[in-house]
């Protein structure tokens, strides 16, 4: 089957959306995962028979309608099939990341008064419990990978609680799906809570349902055929509705990467799936970048030379496809684009996404010299994920493309150059924050509008682009407004040692930056290490320095000199003198979800970061 997607733009529910693809195809894989090196599959028709089966569970677990499951774990089947099935039963799926600490996992699960939580492992039970007493609502919880350690009343195995329900008849489970509708809530995505509390996001069946309907065929994306590969934190909502809600729309298989994708077997999986879509969020693309340098820097002579040739005539030919394909593209796709796409998994993608997070021109440009395109997709979790995106045949470089059809985006208050903040309108649009009618009318105009809280302008042919956030704009003490991520990509252009950097100066008399270099992660806790990472040394060694660890980095006289060398060319990129960086320090550690100054989806957390280093900023401005 060829088609597009399986539902239409009526609004609908999660259990119509799912009924309708197995009816239509029944037998297709839906959820594969390998376990002791056999994929495990699940068809269309299991999957909804098993959404069914857990739902009628948690019921019998004693979910009540309009109260939240938590789910805390790697992407799995019974990931899914926990949020689906909840859903199903009349709740609210909630995911809790898994970096949170148990006082986050008990404010989450307090806040959605949930009823059941469902972990992957004993390490996450053990969050739980720690909070249990705090957890009035809470019923039972379920843990679906490895042996339960100590046995109690109402924690079940992934086993028994998908039997637990059994015993009920249908009847029960379609008396819950009549009080379904697509108005009603569904699931809550909770914020980072990086200002404050996490706010539960209310998304309506309609929300998650319509967006895949709305958006995804203009990917190009068929029914039937697709192939995708789940890893990024379900917890998010870009994740859910590219692993979840677009699939079963789209009638496509999703295969689970292995737990420890980010930490290095996700291109075997992307090798071996070959996925004919995929989003990274910017440091996973900067992850592969940063290994296809070091394959690079390896090529001697001709080889060299025919790869520095095709490169640039992959990055010539991308920036003017729309115009003519320049003379020597042929050959450059055989000698070289095919075998880099075929080695990264990616020879069958259409489409090529990253979001959540602003990725640098450098990342972007890098691939586009190897033929691969990463479009930049914008939205939030108040928009149900996407809200603009590039895609093929709508393309404009800088841009976070355009809105789709059904979708609107207003600037407010634009000034002399057309920027202002960015509203958004659509049947994407959230219901509001659980329990937060105040926050809600914050960050909604009377006319329905959402306030992103992002500024950016429109240019004559619908392209979005995004110049800052309002929250994050740097007010000098002259007045002048500084946004911060323009500044910070040129400085890691300019060094590429440099993992993450972060500038300072709101209400002071000019702009300091804090940098980080990349080091080596600790593979199990993702905590920053001494040892410096291969691309770091051999920038050191390419200045004449010895340095190995970070703290022979901070100390070196040649690094420090060639660090003042690239802000100073970072610094000729400015759009203004009080855009220009005049003090800079190395700190101790990069910045990491280990240590809070990183969030969940990797985000860089200002107001953390300006708590933790409160003493080194004093020093910047100390007369």
């Given at each position: 089957?060829?088609d597009?997607?399986a ?14 693809t ?24 299991q ?8 739902a ?71 969050k ?59 699931t ?7 200002t ?26 068929l ?23 677009l ?54 002579g ?19 496809k ?13 000698l ?117 809280g ?6 004559k ?61 600790d ?14 040394i ?39 003198r ?23 989806t ?22």
């Open positions: 089957m060829t597009k997607g539902g239409s733009e009526a609004p609908q529910t999660v259990v119509s959306l799912l009924q309708t197995a009816e239509r195809i029944p037998n297709n894989a839906a959820i594969c995962v390998k376990r002791n090196d056999t994929w495990l599959r699940w068809t269309y028709k999957y909804y028979d098993d959404s069914c089966r857990a009628k569970s948690f019921i019998k677990a004693g979910l009540e309608p309009y109260h939240g499951v938590g789910i805390m774990g790697f992407n799995s089947p019974e990931w899914f099939l926990a949020d689906i099935g909840c859903i199903f039963a009349g709740g609210f799926a909630v995911g809790i990341y898994t970096t949170n600490n148990a006082e986050a996992c008990q404010f989450i699960a307090a806040d959605s008064k949930a009823q059941v939580i469902v972990v992957e492992n004993t390490a996450y039970l053990k739980i419990l720690q909070v249990k007493d705090q957890l009035p609502d809470l019923k039972a919880i379920v843990q679906y990978s490895g042996e339960i350690e100590t046995p109690q009343d109402n924690l079940y195995s992934w086993d028994d609680f998908m039997k637990l329900g059994d015993d009920l008849p249908d009847s029960s489970l379609e008396e819950r799906f009549k009080i379904l509708a697509p108005n009603k809530c569904c809550l995505i909770y914020t980072s809570g990086t404050g509390k996490p706010k539960g996001v209310m998304l309506s069946h309609d929300n998650v349902t319509w967006t895949p309907v709305n958006a995804g065929p203009l990917g190009g994306l029914f039937g055929v697709e192939r995708l590969v789940s890893y990024l934190p379900l917890s998010h909502v870009a994740a859910q509705h590219l692993d979840i809600y699939p079963i729309y789209f009638g496509a298989t999703v295969f689970f990467a292995q737990p420890d994708a980010l930490k290095g077997s996700l291109l075997a999986t992307l090798k071996e799936v070959r996925p004919t879509g995929f989003m990274g969020v910017p440091r996973v693309w900067e992850k592969m970048m940063d290994k296809l340098l070091e394959i690079g820097r390896n090529n001697k001709l080889k060299l030379k025919i790869a520095t040739w095709a490169k640039s005539i992959g990055l010539k030919g991308n920036k003017n729309m115009n003519n394909v320049p003379f020597g593209w042929t050959l450059a796709n055989s070289a684009f095919k075998r880099v796409k075929e080695g990264l998994g990616f020879d069958h993608c259409k489409i090529m996404f990253s979001g959540a997070a602003p990725i640098t021109k450098e990342t972007l440009e890098y691939f586009m010299s190897l033929d691969i395109m990463v479009d930049e997709v914008y939205g939030m979790s108040e928009s149900s994920g996407p809200h603009s995106f590039s895609r093929p045949g709508c393309r404009r470089f800088g841009s976070v493309g355009s809105v789709s059809p059904g979708v609107f985006t207003r600037i407010d208050n634009p000034d002399e150059e057309g920027n202002g903040e960015i509203l958004m309108y659509g049947r994407h649009v959230f219901m509001g924050y659980l329990q937060q009618e105040e926050k809600t009318k914050e960050v909604m105009t009377d006319e329905g509008w959402l306030r992103t992002d500024i950016g302008r429109v240019d042919d619908g392209f979005l682009f995004i110049t800052g956030r309002i929250k994050e704009i740097i007010i000098t003490a002259g007045g002048e407004n500084i946004a911060p991520v323009p500044v910070e990509d040129n400085v890691k252009e300019c060094l590429p040692c440099i993992s993450n950097c972060m500038l300072i100066g709101d209400k002071c008399k000019f702009l300091s930056m804090f940098l980080t270099v990349k080091c080596q992660i593979p199990e806790t993702q905590e920053s290490l001494e040892p410096l990472d291969k691309q770091a051999e920038w050191c060694e390419s200045i004449g320095s010895s340095a190995k660890t970070v703290s022979e980095f901070r100390e070196d006289e040649i690094v420090k000199k060639a660090i003042q060398e690239g802000i100073t060319a970072a610094n000729k990129k400015a759009v203004s009080a855009a220009t960086i005049q003090k800079w320090k190395i700190l101790p550690q990069d910045f990491t979800v280990f240590s809070g100054e990183l969030g969940p990797l985000k860089l957390r200002r107001p953390i970061v300006v708590k933790m280093y409160s003493k080194e900023i004093e020093e910047f401005y100390a007369e």
